[in-house]
Nanobody, 115 residues
Framework: QVQLVESGGGLVQAGGSLRLSCAAS????????MGWYRQAPGKQRELVAA???????NYAASVQGRFTISRDNAKNTVYLQMSSLKPEDTSDYYC?????????WGQGTQVTVSS
């Protein structure tokens, strides 16, 4: 049974920081591309950041330089360090694990940035 369990969301003031974690089980973690997506009410889900099995990363332009994605294959966990948060970063954040054949999603964690 595959599980992706996110944690670390919450309420933070603009300019603050949060670190999201996603603990994976039931998959060969080190073979998956891990990503963070977000979806605000009334908007489409969008990619925030991803890290491949080889460690390559990519970021949405809106978070480049403020967010950092990392993975710890020994702990089957992917992180999203978010700094200089803005009110427009307010969203539900979802962890994603994918290969070229299959993808899994976590249940999401809410991030609210107050101005």
């Amino acid at each position: 049974q595959v599980q992706l369990v996110e944690s670390g969301g919450g309420l933070v003031q603009a300019g603050g920081s949060l670190r999201l974690s996603c603990a994976a089980s039931g998959i060969r973690f080190n073979t998956y591309t891990m990503g963070w997506y977000r979806q605000a009410p009334g908007k489409q889900r969008e990619l925030v950041a991803a890290v491949t099995s080889g460690g390559s990363t990519n970021y949405a332009a809106s978070v480049q330089g403020r967010f950092t994605i990392s993975r710890d294959n020994a702990k089957n966990t992917v992180y999203l360090q978010m700094s200089s948060l803005k009110p427009e970063d307010t969203s539900d954040y979802y962890c994603n694990a994918k290969t070229n054949r299959i993808a899994y999603w976590g249940q999401g964690t809410q991030v609210t940035v107050s101005s």
